[in-house]
């Protein structure tokens, strides 16, 4: 069986570095490794307009952002297919046959759902004119479009963060009663999470489980050095760490988060002088060194911050740089995504012909009209 893989986002803004260590990073590596036939990296489009179906342009705007995001992260369109996901009628068909394999309570129950309905404020109720207080259909199936996106392209492999193993599970829910119903025909994807638990989610600058544009708590890939050192500056650390001798928590300090998803070893030997006022020296050889003596005491947070800057702003200058190129060349940029949107439909439609063939619905493929005529001719005689 060819190994495939099937991610992607949503395109609702710029890809932030909470994505970067979530997800983007390690498609980069994946793609790198030769392990996979296929890499399917999918613009979600159809699926952010199930809660921004009045703001259309919106969801438009940002199509080229995160292709922008994805390929000047190293995303190779040479090495991965990139396409946009309503360019592909075939998952909105999948989408609705499964539906019916899926009951409105088994949906409930979905932690992601559940979760999601509720940060995004939607409720059961209606303001008594269908406006948006309810909960929009599209929305609370996302599940079963989810899973129409991964079974598409015969996924084996699917990248995500911890919070969307539910969707996963219900995707090989959806997987094996379809096949149960109807003959073996689509593959069962298997998860795979972030390998670094810092990346399992990066929380927003202030501190808050999740980094939100409308938080104003992201740090974004295309942000400047300035917006960077800034961002950085104003951090959450620990509140408690008033004076630079008290003793400081690392366990919850966001600085911390950060440089336990970014820092690596060769970043002490080349920032190992920062500057806060006056240039002092840094003189550590590990993370761990750090944090035990921020522990201890004696360790300022603008010096953590400070190194902080340097080791996030390393891993984004060439990032921002390959951004600015694109930018100069958008319709390659947007040729690439209509190549990929091609051969992601040939490949979708492929499968919805196996479905329907299981399902019994190809009523006009070759060969299959003749003996249903047959059939129905020897019923009527």
Not at 29 to 49: R, T, V
Not at 157 to 172: A, H, K, L, S
Not at 212 to 230: M, P, T
């Amino acid at each position: 069986m060819s190994k495939i893989i099937l991610t992607g986002d949503r395109p609702t803004g710029r890809l932030h570095i909470g994505h970067y260590v979530g997800s983007l990073r390690r498609r980069v590596e994946l793609q790198e490794s030769g392990l996979f036939d296929k890499i399917f990296i999918m613009i979600a489009d159809a699926q952010a307009l199930t809660d921004n179906a009045d703001n259309p342009e919106k969801v438009r705007q940002n199509i080229i952002e995160v292709a922008l995001d994805y390929m000047s992260c190293g995303l190779d369109p040479d090495k991965s297919i990139l396409f946009i996901q309503s360019q592909v009628s075939e998952l909105t068909e999948l989408t609705f046959f499964y539906q019916n394999l899926v009951t409105v309570q088994r949906l409930q129950r979905n932690p992601t759902v559940k979760a999601e309905l509720q940060w995004r404020g939607f409720s059961e109720s209606t303001d008594g004119n269908d406006n948006k207080a309810g909960t929009p259909v599209g929305f609370f199936c996302y599940p079963i479009s989810q899973a129409a996106d991964i079974t598409a392209f015969k996924a084996t492999t699917v990248p995500v963060g911890e919070d969307q193993e539910p969707m996963i599970e219900q995707t090989r829910e959806i997987v094996r009663k379809f096949n149960a119903t109807y003959g073996p025909t689509l593959v069962e994807p298997e998860i795979m999470l972030p390998d670094n638990a810092a990346c399992l989610r990066l929380p927003g600058t202030d501190g808050k489980a999740k980094m939100s544009k409308s938080l104003g708590n992201c740090i974004y890939l295309s942000d400047s050095e300035e917006e960077v050192r800034a961002k950085v500056k104003g951090m959450y650390t620990d509140p408690l760490h008033l004076q630079v001798s008290d003793p400081g928590h690392v366990e919850g300090n966001t600085v911390f988060t950060y440089l336990d998803a970014f820092c690596k070893e060769e970043h002490f030997a080349r920032f190992g002088e920062c500057f806060h006022g006056r240039k002092v020296r840094f003189d550590f050889h590990s993370l761990d060194e750090v944090k035990a003596q921020y522990r201890a005491g004696g360790l300022g947070d603008m010096m953590i911050k400070s190194f902080l800057f340097e080791v996030l702003n390393d891993t984004l200058a060439p990032i921002r740089a390959r951004r600015k190129e694109l930018e100069q060349d958008l319709p390659y940029v947007y040729e690439v995504l209509r190549k990929g949107s091609e051969i992601a439909r040939a490949e979708a439609a492929q499968t919805l012909a196996e479905v329907k063939r299981a399902m019994r619905i190809n009523y006009f493929d070759p060969g299959v009209l003749e003996e249903l005529i047959a059939q129905q001719q020897e019923r009527f005689q």
